[in-house]
């Protein structure tokens, strides 16, 4: 019987080329384009992409990338390829790639590069389900499956929410902070949030979201008054998930909370909702607001525990 030659491609979500306006207005086109990021009418929409948003945002976030770029990379793309490498070594007798859904590299220029593989496991970085992050990358697999006429068998695997050793992962990265160490933060669960609108025609993500906070509070043993579960990055005008983490960091001072800890579980790799909204303007904004500590704790990253994790992950669906 013939071995089923296999690889393991993982996917992130993208990031422009370079911290620069062209660069950025290139990569926010292809995102802000997708119907699953942002599902208002084609005609009500891209008239106000093409004609407002490309031409006034990308100018505002120059400096925003510039302060997370660090390498020629950036960070999205420099830590997912370290946690391939990471990943590459704990599972020598497949093939380990990554992509992303926008930018590049492309999930059709990386399925070009494993042809000689049967079969393919795909591991969105996303360990929550989301139509517009999991479900995206299904959309673009199947683009680019067409591409490049791929005759491979194909698993996707749809969530990680609730994973013991992802659970675990999060809860020794808390619990191995100064902060936490020293002192008695309250823990703010901080998720990217989507539209309310998703959310109320089934999308599972705030219920997966929910689960993922319970189970590392548990595994950390905190009590209720310890911890809170809020949502990032909205944006546009309509309601998004609540409670908003921002307007949270600006109220939970005059509730006596002058110490807390932000942890993102549904980033697998730090970036710009990370290090500048969270690290930067979060901060700032609870400062501001009376508190006194606000410390972060790093998304998993490339850490030796995220790629054990996820290699475990990948390793319970190989053939």
């Known amino acids: 019987m013939t071995e089923t030659r296999t690889a393991v491609m993982l996917i992130n979500l993208g990031t422009p080329d370079r911290p620069d306006e062209e660069s950025i207005r290139r990569y926010l086109k292809q995102f802000l384009s997708d119907p699953r990021v942002v599902d208002f009418p084609r005609w009500l929409w891209l008239p106000i992409l093409n004609g407002i948003i490309l031409r006034t945002r990308p100018p505002k976030l120059v400096h925003n990338y510039e302060l997370i770029w660090g390498t020629h990379d950036g960070p999205i793309r420099t830590v997912t390829s370290a946690l391939e490498r990471r990943i590459q070594t704990r599972m020598p007798n497949v093939t380990v790639v990554s992509a992303m859904t926008y930018g590049s590299p492309s999930i059709a220029s990386v399925l070009e590069t494993i042809r000689d593989v049967d079969h393919v496991v795909v591991l969105p970085l996303f360990p929550q389900y989301a139509g517009a992050t999991t479900g995206a990358v299904a959309d673009e697999l199947e683009r680019a499956i067409a591409e490049t006429n791929s005759t491979q068998t194909f698993e996707l695997i749809e969530h990680y929410f609730d994973d013991p050793q992802y659970i675990d992962a999060l809860a020794a990265s808390i619990k191995s902070h100064h902060a936490y160490r020293t002192g008695a933060p309250k823990v703010v669960f901080s998720f990217h949030g989507i539209p309310q609108s998703q ?44 409670p908003y983490t921002d307007i949270t960091m600006e109220a939970l001072p005059s509730d006596g909370v002058d110490d807390v800890l932000v942890v993102c579980p549904g980033f697998s790799v730090d970036c710009l909702e990370t290090v500048e909204e969270i690290r930067i303007q979060n901060r700032d904004i609870f400062l501001e607001a009376g508190g006194k500590r606000f410390n972060y704790v790093k998304a998993l990253n490339a850490s030796h525990r995220h790629a054990d994790c996820l290699a475990d992950i990948l390793g319970n669906k190989l053939p």
């Open 199 to 242: 959310s109320n025609r089934g999308d599972p993500y705030a219920a997966q979201c929910a689960k993922t906070a319970a189970l590392v509070a548990e595994k950390l043993g905190l009590p209720k008054d310890r911890w809170i579960q809020t949502y990032q990055s909205r944006f546009g005008p309509l309601p998004w998930l609540k």
